[in-house]
């Protein structure tokens, strides 16, 4: 496509429920990133896709964070067993970060 | 590691005033310089970036240029308009490692114009 399209927006869940964001990059883009921006932390870098490989997910923040690429091209992020402190807008980047989704804002209540 | 400090806001003028937005950084090797915005209810856009010391990266009548002796790459405009009112990122991309492509960025500045 175009760009970097992320689903859904928004996203609001209760407490303990799984979530799921979703990320499709630019076409051709091997580098996928995903980022956190919330209003106590900033901007947070989560986790670094190669083709379908994660080299660097030292960003995660606990072990209810997971993330997965399929054929090199969309990636999905996962959130277990949501907490309140996991309510932040979730970015998806392409191309060595020089392009931004929209973002999927997530609260949960 | 990595960080990048920017001048804390939020910062207010009125439009034709000159603007400074400050960024320092520490990283090892040599980063990319970056200058994101985020205008209300949009998302993250590359505003300009730097790849390599005194490089001057520009758009849209910014300008940052990249300081190695002083490890900075602070953000200006000579004479800002109401529609630059947004949030401003300072970003820096670590080089090589497994973290290739990985951004860095500062805490935000809110930057608001009145007319």
């Known amino acids: 496509g175009a760009g970097v399209s992320q689903s859904p927006s928004n996203k609001v869940t209760e407490k303990g429920k799984d979530v799921e964001l979703r990320c499709d990059p630019i076409s051709g883009h091997t580098a996928l990133y995903w980022y956190r921006q919330s209003l106590g932390q900033g901007l947070e870098f989560l986790i670094y896709?190669?083709?379908?490989?994660?080299?660097?997910k030292s960003g995660l923040p606990s072990d209810r964070f997971s993330a997965e690429r399929t054929g090199g091209s969309v990636s999905t992020l996962t959130i277990q067993r949501t907490q309140q402190e996991d309510s932040a807008v979730y970015l998806c980047a392409s191309s060595l970060g020089q392009f931004f989704g929209p973002g999927t804002r997530l609260t949960v209540l | 590691g990595d960080s990048v400090t920017q001048m804390e806001g939020p910062v207010t003028l009125s439009e034709e005033a000159f603007l400074t937005i400050n960024c320092t950084y520490t990283?090892?090797?040599?980063?990319?310089l970056f200058w994101y915005v985020q205008y209300p209810g949009e998302g993250l856009q590359l505003l300009l970036k730097?790849?390599?010391?005194?490089d001057k990266g520009s758009n849209k009548g910014f300008e940052a240029t990249y300081r190695k002796e002083t490890t900075s790459f602070h953000l200006e405009k000579g004479s800002v308009q109401v529609s630059d009112s947004a949030v401003y990122f300072c970003a820096l991309r670590s080089a090589g490692g497994t973290s290739y492509g990985k951004l860095t960025f500062g805490q935000g500045t809110i930057l608001t114009v009145h007319p």
């Open positions: 990283a090892t090797g040599y980063p990319s």
């Open positions: 896709f190669q083709g379908n490989s994660a080299p660097d």
């Open positions: 730097a790849t390599k010391a005194d």
